[in-house]
Nanobody, 122 residues
C-alpha cells in the first residue's frame, strides 16, 4: 500500500507558476514510477506527466509539454510538478499517481493521491 499526499495548489494569475509536491509513504517509493493527472469539472481525468523509476525517462501530454516539468527526490519520497506559464484552462484538481510502469493513462495507475486544487485566473 502507498499513501500519497499532494500539496502546493492554490490560486495564481495567468502566466504565473506553481510547484506541486506529492509526498509518499508506505511501500518503497523508489520502486514505483510516478505521474500527475488533472481533472476539471465535468471532464475526464487527464494525463499530464510521468517519470520512470530510475528518472531517466519522462513523458508529457502535448497540452503541457514545455510548460510543466516532473521530477522526483527518492530520499525524500517526493515527486514534484513544476508548472510555468499557467493558463486559465489549467484550472483543475491535480492528482499524484503511482504505477509499476509510467502511469500515462488512468488504467495504469495503482494508487492515487487525494488531489489539490489549482485555479488560474485570467
Amino acid at each position: 500500500q502507498v499513501q500519497l499526499v499532494e500539496s502546493g495548489g492554490g490560486l495564481v494569475q495567468a502566466g504565473g507558476s506553481l510547484r506541486l509536491s506529492c509526498a509518499a509513504s508506505g511501500r518503497t517509493f523508489s520502486s514505483y514510477a510516478m505521474g500527475w493527472f488533472r481533472q476539471a469539472p465535468g471532464q475526464e481525468r487527464e494525463f499530464l506527466a510521468a517519470m520512470t523509476v530510475n528518472s531517466r525517462s519522462t513523458y508529457y501530454a502535448n497540452s503541457v509539454k514545455g510548460r510543466f516539468t516532473i521530477s522526483r527526490d527518492n530520499p525524500k519520497n517526493t515527486v514534484y510538478l513544476q508548472m510555468n506559464s499557467l493558463k486559465p484552462e489549467d484550472t483543475a484538481v491535480y492528482y499524484c499517481a503511482v504505477g509499476r510502469s509510467p502511469p500515462t493513462a488512468v488504467p495504469s495507475v495503482n494508487y492515487w493521491g487525494q488531489g489539490t486544487q489549482v485555479t488560474v485566473s485570467s
